[in-house]
């Protein structure tokens, strides 16, 4: 979708669902997906909706990401650092899993 | 207890605390950013250091910020980079809930100054919530900060003067839109040649650099495209395709972006959380918080300006700060009454002289049909939620409910961006359903927090 348009001056390797992405440092953590091609920020509460940042201020948190294991992490606020671990949230979809495992563990015991 | 906040370190923001400093009143600034400017002036403190080339790409009106962003030194009072959360007032004071990287607190101060500035109206059409669909000052914000722009192929949609800046700026970067949907759409031309006029002889400067902007896309080879209906986005997981019609010819074009605007409107979220009455600007269809001369809210300690109040644009946001920042001096005793009314009257003749042009572009700039759930086929309105047009008709048919009881039924607005998206477009689809006006009919009432916070943070508060 979007392309530099200048060199990167001081690059900043981190995770995106355990690929590294190459980014420059000072980029939001939103710039630095979308300049990788990434599409898909977070899965709607419906397993269908796929969603990516609007408005890039702030406002539209079409951009929540999960980041270094806390989820709800507006990514255009958010400036990447070296070793970071980012992930596709997966909104309520996660909730019904977690319930469904917590189900599970608790037959078990 | 400090004596001012002020919210959004934009125009507006550094006017105020340069003018407060002025009159020795202890002020602390905050904002989103880790760098002061907002969104007009984003980064520029960096990019004027470090990337030339791209300032010169981006033009005069980003650079024209020099002078203010460097008016902010490194032993000003700021807290930035920190998360607005709350906004709760009382006779005496004001208390803001914000979380920095330092900790979360509760900052407790006698008056706050709201420059939180403008938002993009959302556009609201056929596919508009797939990857792929932008907003342009989204898009002007990557390049600002980060030097990004678009791949081609790809779509541009909309109508007012970022439009004209943005394609401008793009073709400076060598960059081409595959096609630019303009959705100018102008009140009577009887409305609005008056006020045309009077842009033309106080603001000739202004408005030539709009023309110049416009004759250069056209020069350009874009095919530009008017009378554009049924704007539809397509695709599955992310955008692939964008058709639309115009003249009564079916278009549609395969492309990955797809870059919307539909003109500025104030963000009012902090006031909403404050509770302070808005009122409905007809024309521009936005809501604005009801302010007296200076800025004042309908609550005693809560002053608003800049676009945050009314949208004026930069220039104006200066000379409004500038005036609320005096009249909130007079009143915490640092300036007399009669310097204070000395230095204002250069300032309201400065600012009636600004509004010209404000009011031909409100005038000759309407909102989109195109954009208006009302006038298209927009299917998904409250994106957080998933609340269809369709249950938001029936809820506002059915039980004939206000607003926020229409929130309440369907879960409209209740997602993480708190009707920042879908807020407006409720409203509008419910006063057509009801057939009431939407100023009747309301608004979604501010719920906190204004932002998502862990209990983890709450928790931390140190009270006291």
Redesign the interface.
């Known amino acids: 979708?979007?392309?530099?348009?200048?060199p990167m001056?001081d690059p900043v390797s981190f995770f995106f669902n355990e690929k590294v992405i190459v980014a420059?440092k000072?980029?939001?953590v939103a710039?630095?997906l979308?300049?990788a091609g990434i599409?898909?920020?977070s899965l709607?509460?419906?397993e269908k909706?796929?969603?990516?940042?609007?408005?890039?201020?702030?406002?539209?948190?079409?951009c929540?990401v999960e980041i270094d294991g806390?989820s709800?992490q507006q990514a255009c606020?958010i400036?990447v650092s070296a070793n970071m671990n980012v992930k596709t949230q997966y909104g309520l979809v996660l909730v019904k899993d977690l319930l469904e495992s917590n189900m599970k563990n608790s037959k078990n015991d | 207890m400090i004596d001012v906040a002020i919210v959004g370190a934009g125009p507006a923001g550094l006017t105020v605390l340069e003018e407060l400093g002025k009159h020795n009143v202890e002020a602390l600034l905050i904002d989103e950013q880790p760098q002061a400017g907002g969104q007009i002036y984003r980064s520029l403190t960096k990019n004027l250091h470090e990337n030339s080339d791209l300032c010169n790409r981006l033009g005069e009106s980003y650079t024209a910020g020099k002078k203010l962003v460097s008016s902010l030194d490194d032993q000003t009072e700021k807290l930035l980079h920190a998360r607005i959360w709350d906004l709760t007032t009382n006779l005496q004071s004001v208390t803001l809930g914000l979380t920095s990287a330092k900790n979360t607190q509760l900052l407790h101060a006698k008056q706050v100054v709201l420059c939180n500035g403008a938002m993009e109206r959302p556009t609201a059409f056929s596919g508009w919530n797939l990857p792929g669909v932008m907003s342009i000052g989204g898009a002007q914000t990557l390049m600002k900060a980060s030097g990004l722009v678009p791949e081609e192929p790809f779509v541009v949609v909309g109508s007012g003067p970022l439009v004209y800046l943005y394609i401008n700026q793009l073709l400076d970067s060598g960059v081409k839109p595959t096609a630019f949907l303009d959705l100018t759409q102008s009140n009577n031309k009887k409305h609005y040649l008056p006020h045309a006029i009077k842009a033309l002889v106080h603001h000739s400067s202004l408005i030539q650099q709009g023309l110049k902007w416009q004759k250069r896309i056209n020069r350009s080879g874009i095919p530009v495209y008017q009378n554009i209906q049924q704007l539809t986005a397509k695709g599955e997981k992310s955008l692939q395709k964008v058709s639309w019609q115009s003249q009564g010819r079916y278009h549609e074009i395969d492309c990955k972006l797809l870059l919307t605007h539909d003109g500025i409107i104030p963000n009012t979220q902090l006031a909403k959380a404050a509770n302070c009455q808005l009122h409905w600007h007809e024309l521009q269809k936005y809501w604005h918080p009801k302010l007296n001369e200076y800025g004042l809210s309908s609550k005693k300690n809560v002053w608003i300006t800049g676009d945050s109040g009314y949208i004026d644009g930069a220039e104006g946001a200066i000379i409004k700060a500038r005036i609320t920042a005096m009249s909130l001096a007079n009143q915490l005793g640092r300036l007399s009454y009669g310097s204070w009314q000395k230095q204002l009257a250069p300032l309201t003749k400065k600012l009636k002289k600004m509004r010209h042009l404000r009011h031909f572009l409100e005038h000759y700039y309407l909102p989109s049909d195109a954009f208006n759930p009302i006038c298209n086929n927009v299917d998904l309105i409250c994106r957080c939620e998933q609340v269809s047009k369709t249950q938001i008709q029936i809820a506002a048919q059915e039980q004939s409910q206000g607003i926020n009881q229409v929130r309440v039924f369907t879960r409209c607005g209740m997602g993480h961006c708190k009707g920042y998206q879908c807020g407006d477009n409720v409203g509008k689809i419910i006063a057509h359903e009801q057939q009431r006006s939407v100023m009747e009919v309301g608004y979604l009432s501010g719920r906190l927090p204004v932002k998502a916070l862990t209990v983890g943070e709450l928790a931390s508060i140190k009270s006291g």
Not at chain 1, 1 to 6: D, E, G, I, L
């Open positions: 979708m979007f392309k530099r348009s200048m001056l420059n000072n980029d939001t710039a630095a979308l300049a599409t898909t920020f709607g509460t419906n909706t796929h969603r990516a940042p609007v408005c890039m201020i702030g406002n539209c948190f079409e929540l806390q709800n606020l400036e």
